[in-house]
């Protein structure tokens, strides 16, 4: 399907795994994976594995006598988790959600959590679940956004930063879910060992408009009265034209059960 704004919108599967592939992607989940210290025979789940993005990195370093779980809501991501991750007898893919995890209580050394609970209904009961199925002493990362970041370069500061608060206010559930993430874990019953944030820059605007959903947003915007018709349209063709330059920030925290 084609916006008015001439961009297609991605499959989903597809959208996630190039995502993960960008500089910036690979960076931090790179960050995520050496800070959960995985080890050979461990139990690791992967709450809203998506297309199985990191499912053979985690079955890597559990070796063949650890389990792999992956847990997703969308049947179309979990078919495709299923197919990436053929021939790894490891690795369990699970349909269920994040607030009501299908994981026996106190069964799982290491947790993952990457960008998530950015859309799922309720962070805290999304969290309750994790903190039970993990043990004493396991180890959960988690990766979210904080939308309220977003910045992106224009002549038209005011619609850049009508764009931001359209992403906030509108298109992402909990968009500034980032900043909370290490206080959500420490009330969920975590402790929190590390924070860090990270800010991938965007200087290719195609890399931009398909992760940041520029064409997208800005036509949902404009359609649903948040940013004046003309504008909109103008500063979108600008950022075409380019340099172009946009970041966010990212949130990592690492914490133990
Ligand atoms: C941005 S994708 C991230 C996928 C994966 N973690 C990765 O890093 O590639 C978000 C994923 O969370 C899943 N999701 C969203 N809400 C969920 C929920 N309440 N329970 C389980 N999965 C959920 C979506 O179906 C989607 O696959």
């Known amino acids: 399907m084609t916006t008015n704004l001439g961009v297609r919108r991605p499959d989903k599967a597809a959208y996630m795994l190039r995502a993960a592939a960008t500089d910036a992607g690979r960076a931090y989940k790179q960050q995520l994976l050496d800070l959960l210290d995985v080890r050979t025979g461990q139990t690791t789940l992967d709450v809203g594995c998506g297309p199985g993005t990191d499912l053979g990195a985690f079955a890597e370093l559990v070796g ?3 389990t792999v779980i992956g847990v997703d809501r969308d049947p179309a991501m979990l078919a495709e988790a299923r197919d990436r991750t053929t021939g790894l007898p490891t690795v369990e893919i699970r349909e269920g ?6 994981v026996e209580p106190g069964s799982v050394d290491r ?6 609970l950015m859309h799922v209904a309720d962070p805290a009961a999304a969290l309750a679940p994790l903190h039970r199925a993990t043990r004493p002493g396991a180890l959960v990362g988690l990766a979210e956004p904080d939308w309220d970041t977003l910045i992106v370069d224009a002549d038209d500061l005011d619609t850049s930063r009508a764009f931001t608060r359209y992403t906030t206010s509108v ?3 909990n968009a500034t879910i980032g900043r909370s993430l290490a206080r959500r874990t420490e009330q969920a019953g975590f402790t929190v060992l590390t924070v860090l944030a990270t800010a ?7 890399a931009a408009d398909h992760t940041l959903g520029l064409g997208r947003n800005t036509q949902k915007a404009i359609d649903s ?3 004046e018709e003309d504008l909109g349209r103008r500063w979108f063709a600008s950022l075409s034209e380019g340099p ?3 970041s966010f920030s990212l949130f990592t925290v690492l914490c133990s059960r």
Do not use: W
């Not at 947790?111 to 998530?116: E, G, H, L």
């Not at 991938?200 to 195609?206: G, M, N, R």
């Open 111 to 116: 947790a993952r959590i990457d960008r998530v």
């Open 225 to 227: 009265g948040h940013i």
């Open 200 to 206: 991938p820059v965007f200087q290719d605007f195609q």
């Open 97 to 102: 959600d994040a607030h009501a995890l299908p």
């Open 64 to 66: 063949e006598n650890g």
């Open 171 to 173: 298109a992402v559930r």
């Open 244 to 246: 172009f330059l946009a």
